[in-house]
Nanobody
Framework: QVQLVESGGGLVQAGGSLRLSCAAS????????MGWFRQAPGQEREFVAH????????YYADSMKARFTISRDNAKNTVYLQMNSLKPEDTAVYYC????????????????WGQGTQVTSPQ
């Protein structure tokens, strides 16, 4: 089992920045690729970014590539999501997730999930 706990969400004005963190415990963190997803009210959960086990390969949703940065620190068992130039449409609950096998944008392929952290960027 892998336990994931997100933090860093909050209320930020449009144009502002936030850095989300996801702390992992349980099994060896570096054995897992890590993803960030988000879910806005009334919408399906959508892929944000993925980082490989070593951090050497990174993938983003096209709409977020220019503003978001995913990173990880395997020594700290933590994955991060730096979000800049936030927009009202970024308002959502953000989840981190872990998967054993290779990169995927499908949430159904991830094995473990955190509880989520709310990000709100009002109009």
């Amino acid at each position: 089992q892998v336990q994931l706990v997100e933090s860093g969400g909050g209320l930020v004005q449009a144009g502002g920045s936030l850095r989300l963190s996801c702390a992992a415990s349980g099994r060896t963190f570096s054995n897992y690729g890590m993803g960030w997803f988000r879910q806005a009210p009334g919408q399906e959960r959508e892929f944000v970014a993925h980082i490989s086990r070593s951090g050497s390969r990174i993938y983003y949703a096209d709409s977020m590539k220019a503003r978001f940065t995913i990173s990880r620190d395997n020594a700290k068992n933590t994955v991060y999501l730096q979000m800049n130039s936030l927009k009202p449409e970024d308002t959502a609950v953000y989840y981190c997730a872990a998967k054993v096998n290779s990169y995927s944008r499908s949430d159904s392929s991830y094995d473990y999930w955190g509880q989520g952290t709310q990000v709100t960027s009002p109009q």
